[in-house]
């Protein structure tokens, strides 16, 4: 069974710095797309970035420049450094993999797994 599991996020202070990790378990393939979704509250979820497994990557226009999407060579795990946070950064961030062919450009629909989202919060 596959599974995502995400760690990092917290809070911090507007133009600080997080890390966020997923690790796929139980994932084989070596052709995948994955990503970053984030929901604040009373909105909807929006795409943040994406990472397909030949070093392919996205970035909405929101968070270009100022976070990095990137993989561990070993094993499938996903990071996402974000610099530069802003308030309005705030929200659940949830990791999500989906089949090689939906990157970049990843739907919330494409989706085949999400992991169960980790909270960021940054604060003015």
């Known amino acids: 069974q596959v599974q995502l599991a995400e760690s990092g996020g917290g809070s911090v202070q507007s133009g600080g710095s997080l890390s966020l990790s997923c690790a796929a378990s139980?994932?084989?393939?070596?052709?995948?797309?994955m990503g970053w979704f984030r929901q604040a509250p009373g909105k909807e979820r929006e795409g943040v970035a994406t990472?397909?497994?030949?070093?392919?990557?996205n970035y909405s226009d929101s968070v270009k420049g100022r976070f990095t999407i990137s993989k561990d060579n070993a094993k499938i795990t996903l990071y996402l450094q974000m610099n530069s946070l802003k308030p309005e950064d705030t929200a659940m961030y949830y990791c999500?993999?989906?089949?090689?062919?939906?990157?970049?450009?990843?739907?919330?629909?494409?989706?085949?797994?999400w992991g169960q989202g980790t909270q960021v919060t940054v604060s003015s």
């Open positions: 999500a993999l989906a089949w090689f062919g939906q990157c970049p450009g990843l739907r919330q629909s494409d989706v085949s797994l």
């Open positions: 139980g994932y084989t393939s070596t052709r995948y797309c």
């Open positions: 990472f397909r497994s030949d070093g392919i990557t």
